[in-house]
């Protein structure tokens, strides 16, 4: 931004360095610039007066034209107001301040037509608007009659420096006026006309000053594309950038491993989503790019027979291939369910965890360098730099958001032609998020849960329900399932939260004694090992009810667990409840989830509790989600190192115009991969200019 724009506010009139100040703090509004790009949040249409007569109090705000008739002050002490009478013929209308009365009183003149606007009220049949805007009503200025009047966000602090909406819109006003003629076009001429949209000028003045609703839709809607397109335009621009400076290994031959799977190993049909998937993994992994891709598939989709069959595309084409899990549970179930698999494959395959012994540590620590292992399975403990291959050809994360991207790279820089990388993620993100956050990956979605499975069963009951609950679990037992009841545990160092736990097992013992039933806990704050032995003890069938807290949220596979109990499901989020209903339905029998809540819930937690009754899909699960949280809270989005601070756009309402932008972005890319033409001058310079925030992780996934 240069010229006027980017003069410090402090200069505009009636602003002052103090007032600058605190818009500089609390709003990070420093230039006119910023000002300009500080957005409304809403507008009220002022377009319209009201009659009197005609006012309910459905109307939001309203404004009323009409002569003050005359004021008094009414009640004592805290109860103490100023009414004033407003009639326009047709009514009187009641305009009420407790505050400021003595200002109000002393500006304020009886006998004068005034513009009263505000939210109206009624009692007894007397329509009143307390604490009105209130305007002088002058003939002929066009100004005051028939506009649309923007709102915008402000804070305590700034309202105690009288910076109120209705000021920053005065302030808007004078840099509109300085800055007016100097606001360059940040869109190439040619899209600007094949879109049809509004110049940047014109949509600036017109998002703080519409002149009317057409033209706001029009100013909105250009600001916004302009906003995710310049996002779009960047990460794919970034893709092509590492396509050009990377070349991936060129998987072109389907072998032996992969065909003896395919014909005489694989123990089920893949389904049509699965077989897709590979198909484009194998695409990906043959056309001479380096692969990043993150493969989406809600929980018991099947994403580690995907991770199996692209390793084994890799081991066909001579390369050694790994594959990460974020604990050793996680780990130790891809490492017992690939061997299965696998059956007698001769595929030389080895788990490595924390808790690998040293000299078995050592041996695969060789093998791996000598090339004599074809796949490692593991944790972390894959990321020390002692452990190297001949030939890494393929990383595969398991659910990636639990990594952080430094240790991504780790792995990225273990071969010298950097590996393919696949990672998976069994929490569904909304569409439009993920082409956001993961926007220069290629995503793959697995949209459908193998043939079979019975979709569970979700119900809310209140506390009250809690014995029902309980004959149900002894029936379910009584039928040979299993069940796990959770506790929700906000952050590992309340001691409340454990309280909660501990009486919750308590209680449970007491309804579920021994010697009939055998109950095992689990939690975060218990050792690796004792948790893994609680873990191993609940799948080896030693116990019926597993009392546990969110630990249990991650992979986890005991297909004999047929009910889920969440205690206090109104303290989840969304994305967790449904993961944690993802640990049961994973075998033949019928599952059940059961959302236990008080009777008071708010808006939020009913909308949460009535999405999981009624979808088992983690991509609506999802679209929810981010509704109500926003898109910045989602969980896995966190750690992509991408800052959310969108000023106009909004991904949860505006996926159409995002979906469009990155359209058009990825055919300019294609045609222009590094933005060289000077048809695409613009372009390139405003890449430049955006902030770095977006960019830093992009080429480490
Ligand atoms: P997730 O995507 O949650 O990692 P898994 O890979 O653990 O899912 O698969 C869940 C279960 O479904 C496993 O027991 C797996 O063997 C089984 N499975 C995977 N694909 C199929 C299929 N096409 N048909 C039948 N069962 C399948
Ligand atoms: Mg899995």
Redesign the pocket.
């Known amino acids: 931004m240069a010229g006027i724009l980017a003069q410090d506010i402090k200069f505009l009139p009636g602003m002052g360095p103090r007032k600058a100040l605190v818009l500089n703090q609390e709003l990070k509004v420093f230039t006119l610039g910023d000002l300009i790009y500080y957005f409304p949040y809403k507008y009220v249409d002022r377009t319209k007066f009201y009659t009197i007569k005609e006012i309910t109090t459905l109307l939001p705000y309203i404004q009323v034209k009409g002569k003050l008739m005359g004021m008094e002050v009414i009640g004592i002490g805290r109860n103490q107001r100023l009414v004033g009478y407003l009639n326009d013929g047709t009514g009187v209308l009641e305009l009420i301040w407790f505050q400021g009365i003595k200002f109000i009183t002393q500006t304020v003149k009886t006998g004068v037509e005034y513009i009263a606007f505000g939210k109206p009220t009624e009692f007894n049949g007397q329509f009143s608007i307390v604490h009105p805007e209130l305007d002088e009503y002058v003939p002929d200025s066009t100004k005051k009659e028939g506009y649309i009047q923007a709102f915008y966000n402000t804070s305590e602090k700034l309202k105690s420096n009288f910076i109120h909406s209705k000021n920053i819109l005065k302030f808007q006003y004078a840099a509109l006026q300085l800055a007016r003629g100097t606001i360059f076009e940040s869109m190439p001429g040619w899209l600007v006309q094949k879109l049809g949209m509004l110049g940047l000028e014109s949509a600036l003045i017109n998002i703080h000053f519409p002149q009317n609703p057409q033209v706001l839709r029009d100013a909105e809607y250009r600001l916004k594309f302009e906003e995710l397109f310049y996002i779009q335009l960047k990460l794919l621009h970034l893709k092509a950038d590492r396509y050009k400076k990377f070349k991936g290994h060129v998987f072109t031959k389907v072998g032996n491993y992969f065909n003896d799977f395919f014909y005489s190993h694989l123990p089920?049909?893949?389904?049509n989503a699965?077989k897709r998937v590979i198909r484009e993994i194998r695409k990906d992994m043959g056309s001479g790019r380096q692969m990043n891709r993150l493969l989406q598939?809600d929980?018991?989709?099947?994403?580690?027979?995907v991770a199996l069959m692209s390793a084994l595309i890799a081991m066909d084409n001579g390369f050694q291939c790994c594959l990460m899990a974020p604990t050793e549970i996680l780990a130790n179930q891809h490492f017992i369910?690939i061997q299965k698999f696998l059956g007698d494959m001769s595929v030389k395959v080895k788990l490595l965890t924390g808790s690998t012994k040293k000299g078995e540590r050592a041996i695969i620590h060789s093998d791996l360098l000598s090339g004599n292992l074809n796949l490692i399975i593991g944790t972390h403990a894959l990321l020390e730099d002692i452990v190297q291959f001949e030939s890494l050809g393929l990383v595969i994360i398991d659910e990636q958001h639990r990594f952080g991207v430094t240790q991504r790279a780790k792995l990225w820089r273990k071969n010298f032609v950097p590996p393919h990388v696949l990672v998976m993620t069994?929490t569904p993100i909304p569409r439009t998020l993920a082409m956001t956050v993961y926007g220069d990956l290629d995503v793959s979605v697995?949209d459908e849960l193998?043939?079979g499975r019975k979709p569970i069963r979700t119900v809310h009951y209140f506390e009250n329900k809690r014995a029902q609950t309980y004959d149900f679990i002894r029936n379910e037992i009584a039928e040979g399932r299993q069940i796990y009841i959770v506790y929700p545990l906000i952050s590992e160092s309340e001691k409340l939260d454990y309280k909660n736990l501990e009486e919750g097992y308590e209680q449970i013992i007491k309804a579920f004694p021994m010697p009939d039933y055998a109950i095992g806990m689990v939690h975060g704050r218990m050792k690796p090992a004792a948790k893994d032995l609680e873990m191993q003890r609940f799948k080896n069938r030693e116990t019926q009810i597993l009392v546990a807290t969110t630990v249990i949220e991650v992979?986890v596979?005991v297909?004999n667990a047929s009910v889920m109990i969440i205690e206090s499901s109104e303290r989840f989020g969304l994305s967790q409840l449904h993961q944690l209903r993802g640990r049961v339905g994973?075998g033949a029998e019928q599952s059940f989830c059961i959302l236990l809540s008080g009777f008071k819930l708010g808006a939020e937690s009913r909308k949460r509790i009535e999405t999981m009754v009624a979808t088992n899909d983690g991509f609506e699960i999802a679209e929810v989600d981010m509704r109500l949280r926003g898109p910045g809270d989602i969980e896995g989005t966190q750690q992509s190192g991408i800052a959310f601070d969108l000023k106009i756009s909004n991904l949860a309402k505006d996926g159409q115009i995002l979906q469009y932008a990155r359209d058009i972005a990825d055919s300019i890319i294609s045609q222009d991969p590094l933005l060289e033409q000077p048809l695409n001058d613009i372009l390139k310079k405003q890449l430049i200019a955006l902030k770095k925030n977006h960019l830093n992780w992009g080429s480490i996934s």
Request: proline content about 14%; aromatic content about 4%.
């Open positions: 089920f049909e893949l389904t699965q598939g929980v018991g989709s099947g994403k580690t027979m369910s069994a697995i193998p043939p992979g596979d297909p994973r």
